[in-house]
């Protein structure tokens, strides 16, 4: 395809879902509801909105004190990624999306997990999904007359179109009417796919029509 963007379907997959606390959820509880609430809609959230640190409960089977969390992951509802996403993401235009710094931290509550961890706030939507040239959309109306489509969990590349105006604004955004889906342009998918992140991030193309 001449032109495309990339999709991704993370939010769609309850493996990256992993077992943390997060000490914002501890002592601000409306806070914390509130910031992730507003992540999947692409809305911002500042930094006092997310956590400092997070740390995973103890005995769970999804995350192992001996072995480091994967590079992309959510925590009692948010996304983090590991110093090499990160690198990549900032390279590009965030718009109102942001990068905050946080400590990942093993069950004990105290000893952190090697490397750097940021909070990844999406923070841009826009209206560019265009249902009518796109294949596999599920029907998923959350509200009566405001229909919604929902991704297949594994797209192939091509399924979803946009239009012209995904190649507007942000490098990063959330497409409204499509549940939990994460965009991102065709820059700054191809550098995290050149990163070794696609898998990480489950990018599919979308046709530009």
Not at 83 to 110: C, H, M, N, W
Not at 158 to 181: H, I, M, P, T
Not at 183 to 206: I, Q
Request: net charge neutral; aromatic share 12%; with cysteine.
């Amino acid at each position: 395809m001449n032109e495309y963007v990339w999709v991704s379907t993370m939010m769609l997959d309850s493996a990256l879902i992993k077992l943390f606390d997060a000490d914002i959820v501890e002592e601000n509880r409306p806070v914390a509801v509130a910031a992730t609430d507003a992540i999947p809609r692409g809305e911002p959230v500042t930094a006092d909105q997310c956590p400092r640190y997070v740390w995973a409960r103890k005995g769970s089977s999804k995350v192992k004190d001996s072995s480091l969390p994967p590079p992309l992951f959510v925590a009692r509802g948010y996304w983090i990624v590991n110093t090499a996403a990160a690198d990549v993401l900032r390279q590009f235009d965030l718009g109102a999306g942001a990068l905050y710094p946080v400590e990942v931290r093993k069950s004990d509550a105290i000893t952190p997990f090697e490397g750097e961890w940021y909070t990844w706030i999406f923070g841009n939507h826009k209206e560019t999904a265009n249902f009518e040239a796109s294949t596999g959309l599920r029907e998923f109306s959350p509200m009566p007359d405001d229909p919604w489509r929902k991704l297949p969990f594994k797209p192939a590349d091509g399924d979803l179109a946009v239009s012209r105006k995904a190649l507007d604004g942000a490098d990063v955004w959330v497409e409204k009417n499509l549940f939990q889906s994460v965009f991102v342009s065709a820059a700054l998918g191809s550098t995290l796919k050149s990163a070794g992140l696609a898998r990480a991030f489950r990018l599919a193309k979308a046709r530009v029509v």
